[in-house]
């Protein structure tokens, strides 16, 4: 059975990453409507990933005996002034979800419950390199300056294809 502090706080980061997901929907539906083609297709698929991790924590509460609520979303911001402060959004928002696994950890040794210890190892890693995306994309775009991003939105998607590959 799982532990119900464990079992609460893995309930609030369903809510996290299901926003999480709709925020970067709401930023690619910004970007496509702004013509940044690959921007778009760059946060599309980052929402996919959002939706995956809330998924998985959604499947981990039920297959140990507890129970998982589908909770309301926050409306995320509809309009950006910028593609560089959006990214600067998403690292913020990214720094934020680390902070709330980290979060879980800690729950997790409080209620010695190693085995969501364990588990929950994917999220810490994965969460490094969520940043370090975030971080590459603000790098490149810092280089940029105010110059056009039509090249940058062209390679967007490469930078995620040699995540990938990573
Ligand atoms: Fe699932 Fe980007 O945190």
Not at 51 to 79: C, Q, S, W
Not at 84 to 103: G, R
Not at 122 to 130: C, K, L, N, R, S
């Amino acid at each position: 059975m799982l532990n119900k502090k464990v079992e609460e706080i893995l309930n609030v980061q369903v809510e996290k990453e299901g926003y999480s997901s709709n925020l970067y929907l709401a930023m690619a539906s910004w970007a496509e409507s702004r013509g940044y083609e690959g921007i778009a297709k760059w946060l599309y698929a980052q929402a996919e990933e959002e939706r995956e991790h809330m998924l998985k924590i959604i499947a981990y509460i039920n297959e140990r005996g507890g129970r998982t609520i589908i909770p309301a979303f926050a409306k995320p911001p509809v309009d950006y002034t910028g593609v560089k402060p959006m990214f600067d959004q998403v690292l913020e928002h990214e720094q934020y979800v680390t902070a709330s696994i980290n979060e879980i950890v800690t729950v997790c040794m409080q209620e010695k419950d190693y085995t969501t210890h364990n588990w929950v190892q994917w999220f810490v890693t994965e969460q490094i390199e969520e940043e370090a995306s975030a971080n590459n994309i603000l790098d490149k775009l810092n280089l940029l300056g105010d110059g056009p991003l039509y090249l940058f939105d062209r390679d967007i998607l490469t930078l995620r294809s040699e995540e990938s590959q990573g």
